[in-house]
């Protein structure tokens, strides 16, 4: 197993990270059980889960996942220490967690307790806002005039920023959390964390975790580059495209179990017709070459410049397995260039 260090925090993190969030849904305790104990015997070391889990998100299942890795820590306690925890609060607009309102101080210092309960754990190593509170270019919100920069009042949300610093400054001192991170946010989010961290001497935004793939590699360069020069870990989320990239979809199927075969929070805006060409291009090289379309799309992101760790997701352990193995692949320049040339055909599949 490869390591990296998660920005500016001086943790040693693998590089690849046990995505969790199907836990409670399509998974069970004891698959999670399962699941764990491979990664760990892996050399896995990093673990990421938030409170909305599992998904499809429900008033149901809210916090179920949370609850199953905290049964596990509560059964082998001496092993907490084995891996870096990282979980997320819920951003605004989910009816059943804390009314649908926005990430404020007061709700940072509730969640992180609530989550603690939980995880039946006594620290969050890599604490997130799942998140912002503006509505930001993700889960498909991208392209040009979709949402409105210029309505967003910057100095409104530059406040809540150093609120809710604030209330994570007073969660380090009393041992709750280590360390802060972002999700779905832009640069512009970063560099107003950053500044305020420097400016009040508030806890600092070691990480941010964005959707990152083949089929969506939107923050390759800018916002990448920015992680890189303010020593802020980039941790892609659904390198699999939701799963597209296994090329389990392709010609319309929907496996019965699989996630595409059940409602989606943001619908299935990943299923276009040239998402499933650029699948079945990428399909054609990974076979070409002797590896699975999974591991191409995994290897493939592991070997951009200026991510740290990758976070992957199974409800196998067959699919865990596949997905681990990719990580020791070496993709060469013939294979790195063929897949060029299928990015540029469909640079934005969705």
Same mark, same amino acid.
């Given at each position: 197993?490869?390591?990296?260090?998660?920005?500016?925090?001086?943790?040693?993190?693998?590089?690849?990270?046990?995505?969790?969030?199907?836990?409670?849904?399509?998974?069970?305790?004891?698959?999670?059980?399962?699941?764990?104990?491979?990664?760990?015997?892996?050399?896995?070391?990093?673990?990421?889960?938030?409170?909305?889990?599992?998904?499809?998100?429900?008033?149901?299942?809210?916090?179920?996942?949370?609850t199953i890795i905290g049964n596990w820590i509560n059964a082998n306690k001496a092993r907490r220490e084995e891996f870096i925890l990282a979980s997320k609060i819920a951003g605004n607009g989910v009816p059943w967690i804390r009314n649908g309102g926005d990430i404020t101080g007061e709700a940072v210092t509730k969640a992180?307790?609530?989550?603690?309960?939980?995880?039946?754990?006594?620290?969050?190593?890599?604490?997130?806002?799942?998140?912002?509170?503006?509505?930001?270019?993700?889960?498909?919100?991208?392209?040009p005039n979709f949402i409105s920069f210029t309505d967003v009042d910057g100095e409104q949300h530059t406040q809540q920023m150093r609120e809710i610093l604030q209330a994570a400054e007073q969660a380090v001192k009393a041992g709750k959390i280590r360390y802060l991170g972002l999700s779905d946010d832009t640069p512009w989010?970063?560099?107003?964390?950053?500044?305020?961290?420097?400016?009040?001497?508030?806890?600092?935004?070691?990480?941010?975790?964005?959707?990152?793939?083949?089929?969506?590699?939107?923050?390759?360069?800018?916002?990448?580059?920015?992680?890189?020069?303010?020593?802020?870990?980039? @941790?892609? %989320?659904?390198?699999?495209?939701? !799963? $597209?990239? /296994?090329?389990?979809?392709?010609?319309?199927?929907?496996?019965?179990?699989?996630?595409?075969?059940?409602?989606?929070?943001?619908?299935?805006?990943?299923?276009?017709?040239?998402?499933?060409?650029?699948?079945?291009?990428?399909?054609?090289?990974?076979?070409?070459?002797?590896?699975?379309?999974?591991?191409?799309? @995994?290897? %493939?992101?592991?070997?951009?410049? !200026? $991510?740290? /760790?990758?976070?992957?997701?199974?409800?196998?352990?067959?699919?865990?397995?596949?997905?681990?193995?990719?990580?020791?692949?070496?993709?060469?320049?013939?294979?790195?260039?063929?897949?060029?040339?299928?990015?540029?055909?469909?640079?934005?599949?969705?």
């Amino acid at each position: 197993m490869k390591f990296s260090q998660l920005g500016a925090s001086g943790l040693s993190v693998s590089r690849v990270c046990l995505g969790t969030m199907t836990w409670g849904n399509q998974n069970t305790q004891q698959d999670a059980n399962e699941q764990i104990e491979y990664a760990l015997a892996q050399g896995i070391n990093f673990i990421d889960t938030a409170e909305m889990y599992a998904v499809p998100p429900s008033a149901e299942t809210y916090g179920a996942t949370e609850t199953i890795i905290g049964n596990w820590i509560n059964a082998n306690k001496a092993r907490r220490e084995e891996f870096i925890l990282a979980s997320k609060i819920a951003g605004n607009g989910v009816p059943w967690i804390r009314n649908g309102g926005d990430i404020t101080g007061e709700a940072v210092t509730k969640a992180i307790d609530d989550s603690l309960a939980r995880l039946q754990t006594d620290c969050i190593d890599l604490y997130q806002l799942h998140w912002p509170n503006r509505t930001s270019p993700h889960f498909g919100k991208h392209m040009p005039n979709f949402i409105s920069f210029t309505d967003v009042d910057g100095e409104q949300h530059t406040q809540q920023m150093r609120e809710i610093l604030q209330a994570a400054e007073q969660a380090v001192k009393a041992g709750k959390i280590r360390y802060l991170g972002l999700s779905d946010d832009t640069p512009w989010g970063i560099n107003q964390f950053v500044q305020l961290s420097k400016e009040f001497n508030l806890p600092r935004i070691t990480s941010i975790q964005n959707e990152f793939s083949l089929l969506h590699a939107k923050d390759w360069p800018y916002l990448i580059e920015n992680c890189v020069h303010q020593d802020v870990a980039y @941790l892609p %989320w659904s390198p699999l495209g939701g !799963g $597209v990239l /296994s090329g389990k979809y392709l010609n319309g199927a929907k496996p019965e179990g699989s996630r595409w075969s059940q409602a989606q929070r943001n619908g299935l805006f990943r299923d276009t017709e040239n998402t499933h060409k650029a699948v079945a291009a990428y399909k054609q090289i990974a076979e070409q070459h002797g590896m699975t379309a999974s591991q191409l799309a @995994l290897a %493939w992101c592991d070997q951009v410049d !200026g $991510v740290t /760790s990758t976070i992957i997701g199974a409800t196998s352990m067959a699919q865990l397995k596949e997905d681990i193995d990719a990580f020791a692949i070496e993709l060469s320049e013939e294979i790195l260039q063929q897949v060029a040339e299928v990015q540029q055909q469909y640079p934005a599949p969705f």
